[in-house]
C-alpha cells in the first residue's frame, strides 16, 4: 500500500481490535418455566394466583416482553414474597435489560430463601462480571460449582472472568474443564481461542475458531475473531474472507465492515475500504474509528480535504483520539496550512505523551520539523 512516508511512519489506526467474546450462554440464562413436585390445582388461593403470575411472567419473558415479564413477577412476589424462582427469573429479566444491580438483588433474595441455587449463583456471577466486579463474579462461579461441579457453563462464565481480569492460563483452564465435561459448546472453543490469541498461541487459536466453525458454521463472531488473528498473522487475503463470511451471517455487524476496511485499506484497495467504511458509517453514524479510517483512505487517494473532515468528524465523537490529530495535522500541512498543521500535531504529541506513547509523541514533533525544513 502506498502512503505518505510520513503518515506511513507512526499514525495507524487498524480499527476495533477487541476480539469479540461469546455471549453468556442461553443455558445459563435459562428461566425457570416451573417449580418442582407443585401441582397448581392443589395450592392455596393465594399460592395458586401468584403462580399464575409466575407463568404469565415467563411467558411475556419468552415472547421478548422483559417489561411485562416483570410487572408479572411483581405480582406474584406480593402474593408470595417467598417464591425463589420468581426473584430469579426476575433477576435474569432485569439482566436482559441491563439493570444488572437490580439483578443481583433479586439473586440475593432467591438465595436467602434457597441457598442451595446454583443457578442463581451462577447468573449472579454473570450480573457481577457484566457490571465490572470480576472477582466478586468468580466467588460466585466458586459456590456455583461446589453445589454443581459437572456444570461446563459455569466453567465457561468463571473462565470469562479470568479472562477480564487479564489471567488467560486460569481462563483457558475453565475453558478445558467445561469443553471436557461437554466438547460441543461452540462458545466455549471461541473464548478460548481468543484467550490462546492474548498469549500469541495463533495456531491453537485458529485450531480453536475452526472447531467452532466447524460446529456451528453460522457463528459470525467465530468468522470475525478468526479474521482477526489471519490478519494479525499476515494473511490479508483470509481475514477478507472470514469478515466477509461474517458479513453474509450478520449483515449489520459494524466491527466487520470497519476490519474489512482496514484491511483493504492495507492491501491497497482503497475504494473497497472507502465502501467498507460508507458501510459502517450507515450501520453506526457515532463511529469514530470509521471516520479516521476513511480519513485514512481518503488521504491516500489524494483527497486531503475529504480526509481533513473525516478526522474532524472522529475527534468531534472522539476527542482523545491522538492518531486523528496526527493525521489531520498532516493533511493540513499537505495543504499548505501550516498553522493548523503545527497546531494538531502538537496536540497529537502532547495526547499520545499523556497515553504513554513517547516515541509516537516524538515522531509527532519530528514531522513538524520535516514540514519546517
Known amino acids: 500500500m502506498k502512503v505518505s512516508k510520513i503518515l506511513g511512519l507512526i499514525?495507524?489506526?487498524?480499527?476495533?481490535?477487541?476480539?469479540?467474546?461469546?455471549?453468556?450462554?442461553?443455558?445459563?440464562?435459562?428461566?425457570?418455566?416451573?417449580?418442582?413436585?407443585?401441582?397448581?390445582?392443589?395450592?392455596?388461593?393465594?399460592?395458586?394466583?401468584?403462580?399464575?403470575?409466575?407463568?404469565?411472567?415467563?411467558?411475556?419473558?419468552?415472547?421478548?416482553?422483559?417489561?411485562?415479564?416483570?410487572?408479572?413477577?411483581?405480582?406474584?412476589?406480593?402474593?408470595?414474597?417467598?417464591?425463589?424462582?420468581?426473584?430469579?427469573?426476575?433477576?435474569?429479566?432485569?439482566?436482559?435489560?441491563?439493570?444488572?444491580?437490580?439483578?443481583?438483588?433479586?439473586?440475593?433474595?432467591?438465595?436467602?430463601?434457597?441457598p442451595g441455587y446454583a443457578a442463581a449463583?451462577?447468573?449472579?456471577?454473570?450480573?457481577?462480571?457484566?457490571?465490572?466486579?470480576?472477582?466478586?463474579?468468580i466467588?460466585?462461579?466458586?459456590?456455583?460449582?461446589?453445589?454443581?461441579?459437572?456444570?461446563?457453563?459455569?466453567?465457561?462464565?468463571?473462565?470469562?472472568?479470568?479472562?477480564?481480569?487479564?489471567k488467560m492460563q486460569a481462563a483457558i483452564s475453565d475453558y478445558n474443564q467445561a469443553l471436557q465435561l461437554n466438547p460441543k459448546l461452540v462458545e466455549v472453543y471461541v473464548n478460548r481461542a481468543n484467550a490462546r490469541v492474548d498469549l500469541q498461541d495463533m495456531k491453537g487459536a485458529m485450531s480453536d475458531y475452526n472447531q467452532a466453525l466447524q460446529l456451528n458454521p453460522k457463528d459470525y463472531q467465530a468468522y470475525y475473531n478468526r479474521g482477526l488473528t489471519r490478519r494479525e498473522l499476515g494473511d490479508m487475503q483470509g481475514a477478507v474472507a472470514d469478515y466477509t463470511q461474517a458479513l453474509q451471517v450478520n449483515p449489520d455487524y459494524v466491527d466487520a465492515y470497519n476490519n474489512r476496511g482496514t484491511t483493504h485499506l492495507q492491501m491497497g484497495n482503497k475504494p473497497a475500504a472507502i465502501a467498507d467504511f460508507n458501510q459502517a458509517l450507515l450501520l453506526n453514524p457515532n463511529l469514530a474509528e470509521a471516520y479516521y479510517n476513511r480519513g485514512r483512505a481518503r488521504a491516500d487517494m489524494g483527497n486531503k480535504k475529504g480526509a481533513i473532515q473525516d478526522y474532524s468528524r472522529a475527534l468531534k465523537i472522539n476527542p482523545e483520539l491522538a492518531q486523528a490529530y496526527g493525521n489531520r495535522g498532516v493533511a493540513h500541512f499537505q495543504l499548505g496550512d501550516r498553522n493548523n498543521g503545527t497546531a494538531d500535531l502538537q496536540k497529537a504529541a502532547q495526547m499520545f505523551k499523556q497515553q504513554g506513547l513517547p516515541e509516537f509523541s516524538q515522531r509527532a514533533l519530528e514531522i513538524i520539523k520535516k514540514f519546517d525544513n
Open 11 to 114: 499514525f495507524i489506526l487498524g480499527g476495533i481490535f477487541g476480539f469479540s467474546q461469546a455471549p453468556v450462554s442461553a443455558i445459563s440464562q435459562r428461566l425457570v418455566r416451573s417449580v418442582d413436585n407443585v401441582e397448581s390445582d392443589t395450592l392455596p388461593t393465594i399460592s395458586r394466583n401468584a403462580f399464575f403470575y409466575f407463568l404469565r411472567g415467563n411467558e411475556r419473558y419468552g415472547k421478548g416482553d422483559k417489561r411485562g415479564a416483570i410487572e408479572n413477577f411483581n405480582q406474584a412476589l406480593k402474593l408470595k414474597p417467598d417464591f425463589a424462582e420468581v426473584y430469579y427469573n426476575r433477576g435474569l429479566a432485569r439482566a436482559e435489560l441491563g439493570d444488572n444491580l437490580g439483578a443481583v438483588e433479586d439473586f440475593n433474595e432467591a438465595l436467602l430463601i434457597n
Open 121 to 137: 449463583y451462577n447468573n449472579r456471577g454473570n450480573a457481577r462480571r457484566e457490571s465490572g466486579d470480576a472477582r466478586g463474579a
Open 139 to 166: 466467588a460466585d462461579y466458586n459456590r456455583a460449582l461446589r453445589i454443581s461441579p459437572k456444570d461446563a457453563e459455569i466453567y465457561n462464565n468463571r473462565g470469562r472472568a479470568h479472562y477480564s481480569l487479564g
